[in-house]
């Protein structure tokens, strides 16, 4: 069995994740982390009633009383970082679906997991057919360079844009490299109206109530069009991926960013 921990469990991620782990007969969920959480136990809440697993405040009481394989992460862009390296100093391979790392933060942990021979994932978007979307839009973009990415999320998301519609920005620069897109002469008559600008190909975020996670790739050409779109209308999409990702890490020896590495 696979002994996992889930950090920022009280979300709504992070509890989409915990209840997979639980239902998984490969896993153990050995402790949950948020420092939000007034609870001790698990069992406090009415839905898990039947189970003891400890709840935990800080990462450093985490470690001192469990021993996890692997750490899921799914809290806030702010923390994710110093949780990931905290994971990996403590030997814990990271599972990590929270967003907003940076390049170099991400080629960092790859250095020191290498160093290690410690496995890892880091994946701005878990869904498989998010994957697929990301995958399609570099292998369009060989033919149709010019491209906008429009990236759709609920209203309570914290960063922009995505990391999904970065993921997918840095896949379509690999094959078009750097591409001046629109009118070289436009002018903005409101500040962002294009959007924000990656080796010139604008990304759009879009923030509603009621949407979950979804992105749409356009791309143009003489007199053709032609749009990738993927929707995620529930959280449950996310967990196979998450479940794939955990299994694999035991069997790499360095940290990985995009789940496309895994399938
Ligand atoms: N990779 C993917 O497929 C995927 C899918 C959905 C969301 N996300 C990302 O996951 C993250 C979480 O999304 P969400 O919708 O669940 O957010 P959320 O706001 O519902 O949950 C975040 C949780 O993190 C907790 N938290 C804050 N600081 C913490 C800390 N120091 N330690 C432990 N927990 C802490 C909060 O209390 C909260 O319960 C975001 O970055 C989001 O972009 C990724
Ligand atoms: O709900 C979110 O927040 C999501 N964030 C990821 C991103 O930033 O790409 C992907 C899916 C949902």
């Known amino acids: ?14 509890l989409t994740a915990t209840k997979m782990v639980i239902e998984n007969e490969k896993f153990e969920l050995v402790g949950v982390l948020d420092p939000m959480a007034t609870e001790a136990n698990l069992n406090e809440l009415p839905e898990f009633v039947q189970l003891d697993i400890p709840v935990f405040h800080q990462k450093e009481e985490l470690v001192k009383q469990v021993k996890p394989d692997v750490w899921i992460d799914f809290t806030i862009p702010k923390v994710a970082y110093q949780h990931t390296l905290f994971a990996v100093e403590n030997g814990i391979r990271p599972v990590v679906g929270t967003t907003g790392f940076t390049e170099s933060q991400v080629a960092g942990l790859i250095t020191q997991t290498k160093e290690q021979q410690l496995g890892g994932l880091i994946a701005p978007n878990f869904a498989i057919g998010a994957i697929l979307m990301m995958q399609f839009a570099a292998k369009a973009a060989e033919y149709f360079p010019d491209v906008e990415i429009m990236e759709l999320h609920h209203d309570q998301k914290l960063d922009a844009p995505s990391g999904t519609a970065i993921k997918t920005a840095e896949m379509i620069a690999e094959v078009r490299g750097y591409h001046q897109q629109g009118n070289p002469a436009e002018k903005e008559l409101i500040k962002g109206a294009r959007g924000a600008d990656f080796e010139g190909m604008k990304i759009h975020s879009v923030r509603l109530p009621g949407l979950v996670a979804h992105q749409q790739v356009q791309f143009g050409s003489a007199g053709e069009g032609l749009t990738i779109r993927h929707d995620s209308y529930d959280r449950a999409s996310f967990m196979t991926g998450v479940a794939l990702g955990c299994e694999k890490v035991m069997e790499l020896d360095q940290l990985v960013y995009g789940l496309e590495n895994l399938l």
């Open 1 to 14: 069995m696979i002994k996992i921990v889930v950090a920022g469990f009280k979300g709504k991620m992070g």
